[in-house]
């Protein structure tokens, strides 16, 4: 089913409403999980509601969190989220980001105790709007092992940093440290089919190419993607006081109780370096450059990062609107707040 979207925006922030959150943080919420989807992200989208709906009835995330701001330095501080709603909390320190940036070049400001945030390519976009260039890192809940390990150490533990143009494209990258992500392989379950050996691997750290028989997921690049993931964990988990490594709290144990998870935001204003426009300058030479370069056979064209995310959200709209399953749609238009399918499940949610 197509979805214009205001219609879809308004179908899940009056869901997590229902479930009790308050209008303002279920607003913003709403806008991110939209951006997500429209772009082609639907595993942080739409699919993603009945999750934070549950976790917001049982208590999970706080509905009306004590924020609290703590500037330590002229370039740094420390947002205390006090578990609310991942999305608005790693919002507002992005804001509290730029305007630091602005104020003194470069900023540095960690978000503690917070619930899960979805895409952060949006938090970095935010940034390349304001003129900024930012990298932002956000640990994650156990489920990949460590180069040559057999137990689940890290998270997916995503980067993603973005930057403006003379003109209207933003570089937007955004990725996790794991080969691939866990929606895939249940992807694969479903379709009887297998996976390539070098996704996952079973509970002796082997190999596996039976999606029934994963364990746990694999860092990128090997022994590179896991130096990745302890970067990211340092960054976001460590340096902020929360928990981190194994020690994160898991996504699906017990929805009753908050994550304490953390994020970084890094943002430099250009302008303290090359200067802002002779920065974006160069960033379109630097798109034009890799657009016009011969692409590989079977691959059409070399794009920059985030470029076919915005054609896949133009042509959802061209062709009449956001596509989300019909199942999905029923839920967000019913009465239902969650079905109990989340709480105290394993890293996997099985």
Same mark, same amino acid.
């Given at each position: 089913?197509?979805?214009?979207?205001?219609?879809?925006?308004?179908?899940?922030?009056?869901?997590?409403?229902?479930?009790?959150?308050?209008?303002?943080?279920?607003?913003?919420?709403?806008?991110?999980?939209?951006?997500?989807?429209?772009?082609?992200?639907?595993?942080?989208?739409?699919?993603?509601?009945?999750?934070?709906?549950?976790?917001?009835?049982?208590?999970?995330?706080?509905?009306?969190?004590?924020?609290?701001?703590?500037?330590?330095?002229?370039?740094?501080?420390?947002?205390?989220?006090?578990?609310?709603?991942?999305?608005?909390?790693?919002?507002?320190?992005?804001?509290?980001?730029?305007?630091?940036? =602005?104020?003194?070049?470069?900023?540095?400001?960690?978000?503690?105790?917070?619930?899960?945030?979805? $895409?952060?390519?949006?938090?970095?976009?935010?940034?390349?709007?304001?003129?900024?260039?930012?990298?932002?890192?956000?640990?994650?809940?156990?489920?990949?092992?460590?180069?040559?390990?057999?137990?689940?150490?890290?998270?997916?533990?995503?980067? $993603?940093?973005?930057?403006?143009?003379?003109?209207?494209?933003?570089?937007?990258?955004?990725?996790?440290?794991?080969?691939?992500?866990?929606?895939?392989?249940?992807? =694969?379950?479903?379709?009887?089919?297998?996976?390539?050996?070098?996704?996952?691997?079973?509970?002796?750290?082997?190999?596996?190419?039976?999606?029934?028989?994963?364990?746990?997921?694999?860092?990128?690049?090997?022994?590179?993607?896991?130096?990745?993931?302890?970067?990211?964990?340092?960054?976001?988990?460590?340096?902020?006081?929360?928990?981190?490594?194994?020690?994160? $709290?898991?996504?699906?144990?017990?929805?009753?109780?908050?994550?304490?998870?953390?994020?970084?935001?890094?943002?430099?204003?250009?302008?303290?370096?090359?200067?802002?426009?002779?920065?974006?300058?160069?960033?379109?030479?630097?798109?034009?450059?890799?657009?016009?370069?011969?692409?590989?056979?079977?691959?059409?064209?070399?794009?920059?990062?985030?470029?076919?995310?915005?054609?896949?959200?133009?042509?959802?709209?061209?062709?009449?609107?956001?596509?989300?399953?019909?199942?999905?749609?029923?839920?967000?238009?019913?009465?239902?707040?969650?079905?109990?399918?989340?709480?105290?499940?394993?890293?996997?949610?099985?």
């Amino acid at each position: 089913m197509r979805l214009q979207r205001q219609e879809l925006k308004d179908l899940m922030k009056n869901k997590m409403m229902q479930a009790g959150l308050r209008e303002d943080h279920a607003e913003q919420t709403a806008e991110i999980l939209t951006w997500s989807h429209e772009r082609g992200y639907a595993s942080h989208g739409a699919v993603r509601v009945e999750y934070y709906s549950e976790r917001i009835y049982k208590g999970g995330i706080t509905r009306d969190p004590h924020v609290t701001w703590k500037q330590t330095g002229p370039c740094s501080g420390i947002l205390d989220g006090d578990n609310g709603i991942g999305y608005v909390m790693a919002t507002e320190g992005m804001k509290k980001a730029i305007a630091m940036a =602005k104020e003194n070049g470069v900023a540095v400001v960690g978000m503690a105790n917070i619930s899960h945030s979805g $895409s952060i390519g949006y938090y970095a976009e935010m940034a390349a709007k304001e003129d900024m260039v930012a990298i932002t890192f956000c640990q994650s809940d156990p489920m990949a092992v460590p180069y040559g390990g057999t137990e689940p150490y890290y998270g997916t533990n995503p980067i $993603s940093f973005a930057a403006p143009t003379a003109d209207d494209r933003t570089v937007v990258f955004d990725m996790a440290t794991t080969v691939q992500a866990w929606g895939k392989i249940l992807d =694969k379950r479903s379709q009887g089919a297998s996976i390539p050996a070098d996704w996952a691997v079973d509970e002796k750290g082997l190999p596996v190419t039976d999606p029934h028989l994963v364990n746990a997921l694999v860092p990128i690049a090997g022994a590179k993607g896991y130096g990745l993931m302890m970067m990211v964990d340092v960054f976001s988990g460590v340096l902020l006081g929360v928990p981190f490594g194994k020690h994160v $709290s898991s996504m699906y144990h017990d929805l009753s109780e908050g994550r304490k998870l953390g994020q970084m935001h890094i943002v430099i204003d250009p302008d303290r370096f090359v200067g802002r426009e002779e920065f974006k300058k160069r960033m379109s030479q630097v798109c034009d450059e890799l657009g016009s370069m011969p692409a590989a056979e079977g691959y059409g064209k070399v794009y920059y990062p985030g470029e076919r995310a915005v054609m896949r959200r133009d042509k959802a709209y061209a062709e009449g609107g956001i596509e989300v399953v019909d199942e999905l749609v029923e839920y967000l238009k019913g009465d239902a707040i969650h079905f109990d399918r989340y709480d105290h499940k394993n890293r996997f949610a099985d």
